[in-house]
C-alpha cells in the first residue's frame, strides 16, 4: 500500500491510499480560501467579541456561573445516561416547564443541543409519505433534518410566503411540514411568521420555527419572535431554541403542544440515544432565564447596540442582533477579519458553503453588555478596516 505524506499541525502524517484524497480536498478548499482552522480563545484575552452569541452577555454572570455550579454539585458532571434512563434529574424539568412559560407554549422537552432539537423535531413529525417545505435559508441542523426525515422536501425562496404556499397546494401527502428560522443566523432578517402560519392552516400544515437567535432579542422581554407575532403557544407552531445563545449555556428545546411534546418523548431519535445536557448547562440556563426575566430591557438594548454597529459598518439597521457586512470573496472577507482582531475586535468571517459564492462577509453580533467605551472602540475599527 503507497501512502502520501501529509501535514497536521506541525506534524507529518502518512496517509494510506484510502485516504489519499483528503490531501487534494484539503489543497482545494486552500485555494478557494474556504479552508477552516480552530482558534482557541485565550482565557485572559482582551480583544472585544462580536463574533459568538453571546447576545445578553450572560455566558459570564456571575448569577448564571452560580447556577451552573450549584447544579454541578448537585446532580454532578453528566447526566450520566439518556434522558429515558437516568439523564432526567428534576432540574430538566424544571427548566422545560419555565421555558414553556417563559414562550407561552404549552410544554417543552431539553436536548443536548439546539441542533439535536431541530434533527428530534424534524424527523419524529414527517418521515416517510409526508412533505417538508424548507426555507432556502435554513440553519444545517434544518437541512440536516430534511435530508434525515425521509420524507420528499421542496425547497422554497428565502422568506417567499407565495413558494410556500404553491408546494403545500400541489401536495399528495397526507402530512406537511413548513420549516424555518425565525430570525436568519446569516442575514439577521425576519421570517413573515404570521403569513406562513395563515398559508399552514389553508393546507394542514405544521409550522416548526428554529427561534434560536430570537429568543432574548425579539417580543416582549426576548420572548422571540413566535409571540411577537402573536402565535404563542398555537397547536399548530412548533418552537426549537437554544440555550447557547441568548442564554450563554449549552443545549436546546423544543416548545409545543402536550402531545407534540408526547410524541417526540416516543419517537425523537435525537432525544431518545442521546445522553442527557450536562446538569451544569441546565442550572446555567435557568440562572440566565432568570435574570431575563428580571432584566427585561437587554433584549431592547441589544438592538440598540446593533443599530450602532450598523452605522458604524455602514450597513442598513438589522431587525436583530446580526450584523452583516457582505464583502464578496473568500480572502477579502478573512484579510478584514484578521485587521479587525489585530486591532482589537473579533469578527465572524462567513464563507462558503456557510453563505453563498460571492457573498463572503463579516458578521457582527450585538452584545447587550458592551460598554459604550468599548461601542466607540468598535466604530472606529470597523470605519478604518471597511474604508480601507
Given at each position: 500500500?503507497?501512502?502520501?505524506?501529509?501535514?497536521?499541525?506541525?506534524?507529518?502524517?502518512?496517509?494510506?491510499?484510502?485516504?489519499?484524497?483528503?490531501?487534494?480536498?484539503?489543497?482545494?478548499?486552500?485555494?478557494?480560501?474556504?479552508?477552516?482552522?480552530?482558534?482557541?480563545?485565550?482565557?485572559?484575552?482582551?480583544?472585544?467579541?462580536?463574533?459568538?452569541?453571546?447576545?445578553?452577555?450572560?455566558?459570564?454572570?456571575?448569577?448564571?456561573?452560580?447556577?451552573?455550579?450549584?447544579?454541578?454539585?448537585?446532580?454532578?458532571?453528566?447526566?450520566?445516561?439518556?434522558?429515558?434512563?437516568?439523564?432526567?434529574?428534576?432540574?430538566?424539568?424544571?427548566?422545560?416547564?419555565?421555558?414553556?412559560?417563559?414562550?407561552?407554549?404549552?410544554?417543552?422537552?431539553?436536548?443536548?443541543?439546539?441542533?439535536?432539537?431541530?434533527?428530534?423535531?424534524?424527523?419524529?413529525?414527517?418521515?416517510?409519505?409526508?412533505?417538508?417545505?424548507?426555507?432556502?435559508?435554513?440553519?444545517?441542523?434544518?437541512?440536516?433534518?430534511?435530508?434525515?426525515?425521509?420524507?420528499?422536501?421542496?425547497?422554497?425562496?428565502?422568506?417567499?410566503?407565495?413558494?410556500?404556499?404553491?408546494?403545500?397546494?400541489?401536495?399528495?401527502?397526507?402530512?406537511?411540514?413548513?420549516?424555518?428560522?425565525?430570525?436568519?443566523?446569516?442575514?439577521?432578517?425576519?421570517?413573515?411568521?404570521?403569513?406562513?402560519?395563515?398559508?399552514?392552516?389553508?393546507?394542514?400544515?405544521?409550522?416548526?420555527?428554529?427561534?434560536?437567535?430570537?429568543?432574548?432579542?425579539?417580543?416582549?422581554?426576548?420572548?422571540?419572535?413566535?409571540?411577537?407575532?402573536?402565535?404563542?403557544?398555537?397547536?399548530?407552531?412548533?418552537?426549537?431554541?437554544?440555550?447557547?445563545?441568548?442564554?450563554?449555556?449549552?443545549?436546546?428545546?423544543?416548545?409545543?403542544?402536550?402531545?407534540?411534546?408526547?410524541?417526540?418523548?416516543?419517537?425523537?431519535?435525537?432525544?431518545?440515544?442521546?445522553?442527557?445536557?450536562?446538569?451544569?448547562?441546565?442550572?446555567?440556563?435557568?440562572?440566565?432565564?432568570?435574570?431575563?426575566?428580571?432584566?427585561?430591557?437587554?433584549?431592547?438594548?441589544?438592538?440598540?447596540?446593533?443599530?450602532?454597529?450598523?452605522?458604524?459598518?455602514?450597513?442598513?439597521?438589522?431587525?436583530?442582533?446580526?450584523?452583516?457586512?457582505?464583502?464578496?470573496?473568500?480572502?477579502?472577507a478573512m484579510a478584514a477579519a484578521q485587521r479587525c482582531r489585530d486591532l482589537g475586535v473579533h469578527v465572524g468571517c462567513f464563507r462558503p458553503?456557510?453563505?453563498?459564492?460571492?457573498?463572503?462577509?463579516?458578521?457582527?453580533?450585538?452584545?447587550?453588555?458592551?460598554?459604550?467605551?468599548?461601542?466607540?472602540?468598535?466604530?472606529?475599527?470597523?470605519?478604518?478596516?471597511?474604508?480601507?
Amino acid at each position: 500500500m503507497r501512502a502520501l505524506s501529509t501535514s497536521v499541525g506541525s506534524r507529518l502524517v502518512e496517509l494510506p491510499e484510502s485516504l489519499r484524497w483528503l490531501t487534494a480536498n484539503a489543497q482545494q478548499r486552500r485555494n478557494a480560501g474556504v479552508r477552516r482552522e480552530l482558534h482557541p480563545r485565550a482565557a485572559d484575552s482582551t480583544v472585544i467579541d462580536l463574533a459568538s452569541n453571546d447576545y445578553l452577555g450572560l455566558s459570564m454572570d456571575p448569577r448564571v456561573l452560580t447556577g451552573a455550579e450549584d447544579a454541578l454539585r448537585t446532580w454532578g458532571a453528566g447526566a450520566t445516561g439518556s434522558r429515558l434512563v437516568t439523564g432526567t434529574t428534576q432540574a430538566h424539568v424544571d427548566l422545560e416547564r419555565e421555558l414553556a412559560e417563559f414562550t407561552g407554549a404549552e410544554a417543552g422537552l431539553v436536548f443536548s443541543s439546539g441542533f439535536t432539537a431541530n434533527l428530534g423535531a424534524v424527523t419524529a413529525l414527517s418521515g416517510a409519505g409526508s412533505l417538508v417545505v424548507s426555507d432556502a435559508g435554513a440553519h444545517a441542523s434544518l437541512v440536516d433534518a430534511c435530508r434525515l426525515s425521509r420524507a420528499r422536501v421542496a425547497v422554497t425562496a428565502h422568506n417567499d410566503v407565495e413558494q410556500v404556499r404553491a408546494a403545500l397546494a400541489t401536495r399528495t401527502e397526507e402530512r406537511a411540514l413548513v420549516v424555518c428560522d425565525s430570525v436568519s443566523s446569516v442575514d439577521g432578517d425576519l421570517a413573515p411568521l404570521r403569513e406562513l402560519n395563515r398559508v399552514c392552516r389553508e393546507h394542514r400544515a405544521v409550522l416548526v420555527v428554529d427561534e434560536a437567535h430570537a429568543i432574548g432579542v425579539r417580543g416582549e422581554g426576548g420572548r422571540g419572535l413566535v409571540a411577537e407575532s402573536g402565535l404563542a403557544g398555537e397547536p399548530d407552531v412548533v418552537m426549537t431554541i437554544t440555550l447557547s445563545k441568548s442564554l450563554g449555556s449549552q443545549g436546546g428545546a423544543v416548545l409545543a403542544a402536550e402531545p407534540v411534546i408526547a410524541h417526540l418523548v416516543d419517537t425523537a431519535r435525537s432525544f431518545i440515544f442521546d445522553t442527557g445536557l450536562a446538569p451544569a448547562a441546565v442550572g446555567a440556563a435557568r440562572a440566565a432565564l432568570g435574570v431575563l426575566r428580571a432584566e427585561p430591557e437587554r433584549a431592547q438594548h441589544v438592538l440598540t447596540v446593533a443599530t450602532q454597529l450598523a452605522a458604524a459598518a455602514g450597513v442598513p439597521v438589522p431587525p436583530s442582533a446580526v450584523v452583516s457586512v457582505i464583502l464578496g470573496a473568500p480572502d477579502v472577507a478573512m484579510a478584514a477579519a484578521q485587521r479587525c482582531r489585530d486591532l482589537g475586535v473579533h469578527v465572524g468571517c462567513f464563507r462558503p458553503p456557510s453563505v453563498p459564492e460571492g457573498t463572503s462577509r463579516l458578521r457582527l453580533t450585538a452584545r447587550s453588555n458592551l460598554s459604550g467605551e468599548e461601542t466607540a472602540l468598535v466604530s472606529a475599527v470597523l470605519r478604518q478596516v471597511l474604508q480601507r
